[in-house]
């Protein structure tokens, strides 16, 4: 097909006009980027509420040995009290509803809330109370408390840290970002069924983002 020379002509300045709406739009995502502070100690202090739209709660369990199986809850909340200049004064509340348990499988999810197990309608819920903070470096704080599980209540620590804080356009509040792990042994919780074809230790990964409550 020959091209003519007007046609040409309004196809480049279609390619122009494409190029130059798409310069304009990365350069508006640039500008509604949040300014993250990394420096904990610049965070303004204050109780923080979880964002449940964005975090995730996920466990890690060895599966006969071959695998590791990955599942999470959907339905967890927390609260966080600190100042950044007295970070062992912290405080850290979290609630886990047992029955948002979430495995790709709905029969084992099923399953998994019976009294072999987690026994949910007795226990519906798992929670933390963290009793002390403890700062390792600029970013990384290690939370000491008690978990209850089942009915039962263990020590347990999690290692999280701080990804940075900024003002978030989208809610309004100000945000921070953390991540955590932990381990358990499922046994200490009463829940020892299938060991060793289902492991004892489970891996616990937290991602969350935590907004400013006003005062």
């Known amino acids: 097909m020959i091209q003519t020379p007007i046609k040409g002509q309004k196809m480049r300045k279609k390619g122009l006009l494409a190029l130059i709406m798409l310069l304009l739009l990365s350069s508006c995502v640039s500008w509604l980027a949040p300014t993250v502070k990394k420096e904990f100690i610049a965070l303004p202090a204050g109780q923080y509420q979880l964002d449940k739209t964005h975090a995730a709660l996920l466990f ?16 967890f909340d927390a609260v966080l009290n600190f100042d950044p200049d007295n970070m062992g004064a912290a405080s850290l509340q979290a609630t886990v509803a047992i029955e948002s348990i979430d495995i790709n499988n709905p029969d084992l999810a099923e399953t998994l809330q019976n009294a072999t197990w987690f026994d ?45 804080g900024a003002d978030n356009w989208m809610t309004g509040k100000y945000t921070i970002g953390f991540s955590a792990v932990g381990h358990i042994n499922r046994s200490d919780f009463e829940m020892d069924s299938y060991i060793p074809i289902v492991g004892d230790e489970v891996d616990l990964e937290i991602y969350a983002e935590f907004l400013k409550r006003k005062r």
């Not at 890690?60 to 339905?75: A, C, E, P």
């Not at 263990?154 to 999280?160: L, N, R, S």
């Open 120 to 164: 949910s309608e007795r226990f519906p819920q798992a929670s933390f109370i963290s009793h002390t903070v403890t700062p390792l470096s600029n970013n990384r704080f290690q939370f000491a408390g008690d978990l209850t599980l089942r009915g039962v209540t263990q020590p347990m620590t999690f290692d999280a840290t701080f990804h940075g």
């Open 60 to 75: 890690k369990i060895q599966h006969l040995g071959l695998s590791t199986y990955v599942g999470r809850f959907n339905q």
